[in-house]
């Protein structure tokens, strides 16, 4: 597996002017965000683009179209590595990226950046990197002190959502809120034609049950009013760009 890595790895190199240049091109109304074009996954099957937000369902969608694209449950690594980016894409397809359907998942902020905190400091590749936080509402103020002090920007797990986005909101075909996943992502199935079931979309896929935090049930025990008028201004231009209250 590691040469046919390399070999992906290599090719978007090359590939990178080429495919960014015609990106912009197919979209001459919508400013984009060239960083984030590394974020988009292509299915050519479906005519699907999907802009990965980290800690918004991405594994979960990367997963869930892998399994409808090849009708099967794979490990999220093999899921993710046969999963094509914008430089992956046959060459073909870069003259048609604009007849791909565009769609992105976005999250409230409040529960986006406790669900980083609880699911990431479980590993202790996190704590050497950023700092040993306790997994609970002291080591969650930590954390958001810790933010607030200038690692906002260190992780993307964490860091503002408008900065992994390709377009400003309002520029996508469709717009997932984490907060009614099942329910709009069978209605953009739906809308393109793609069989479902409905109990696939009820539950992330079990491959992935690992990263679940249940962050938005916890709400009430990690946030005080202090915290919570602290993520309101740390990441208060994802709030006003992504339309949650602060």
Same mark, same amino acid.
């Given at each position: 597996m %590691? =040469?046919? %890595? *390399?070999a992906k790895q290599f090719r978007s190199v090359l590939i990178w002017p080429f495919a960014a240049a015609a990106f912009v091109r197919s979209f001459p109304d919508r400013p984009t965000r060239l960083p984030a074009l590394r974020r988009l996954a292509y299915w050519p099957k479906f005519g699907l683009s999907y802009n990965k937000v980290k800690k918004n369902a991405n594994t979960s969608v990367v997963l869930l179209l892998d399994h409808l694209q090849? !009708? /099967?449950e794979? #490990?999220?690594r093999d899921a993710k590595w046969r999963t094509f980016g914008l430089f992956d894409v046959a060459l073909s397809e +870069? /003259? %048609?990226l604009a007849q791909y359907h565009y769609f992105i998942v976005i999250r409230d902020p409040y529960s986006r950046v +406790? #669900? &980083? =905190? *609880?699911d990431k400091f479980r590993h202790e !590749? $996190?704590?050497s990197s950023y700092g040993d936080f306790p997994l609970d509402p002291d080591g969650f103020d930590s954390f958001l002190a810790w933010l607030k002090a200038g690692g906002l920007n260190k992780d993307p797990h964490w860091d503002l959502q408008i900065k992994l986005m390709v377009w400003p909101l309002e520029k996508y075909d469709t717009v997932i809120r984490f907060e009614n996943f099942a329910a709009e992502m069978h &209605?953009? $199935?739906e809308s393109r034609n793609i069989q479902i079931s409905a !109990? +696939? +979309?009820e539950d992330v896929l079990p491959s992935d049950h690992g990263k679940k935090t249940s962050a938005a049930d916890q709400l009430d025990r990690f946030y005080t009013p202090a915290r919570r008028q602290l993520v309101a201004e740390l990441f208060r231009d994802d709030f006003d760009a992504l339309g949650y209250r602060r």
């Open positions: %590691r =040469f046919p %890595r *390399l090849h !009708e /099967g794979v #490990s999220r +870069l /003259g %048609r +406790l #669900s &980083a =905190f *609880l !590749e $996190f704590w &209605a953009l $199935f !109990e +696939l +979309l």
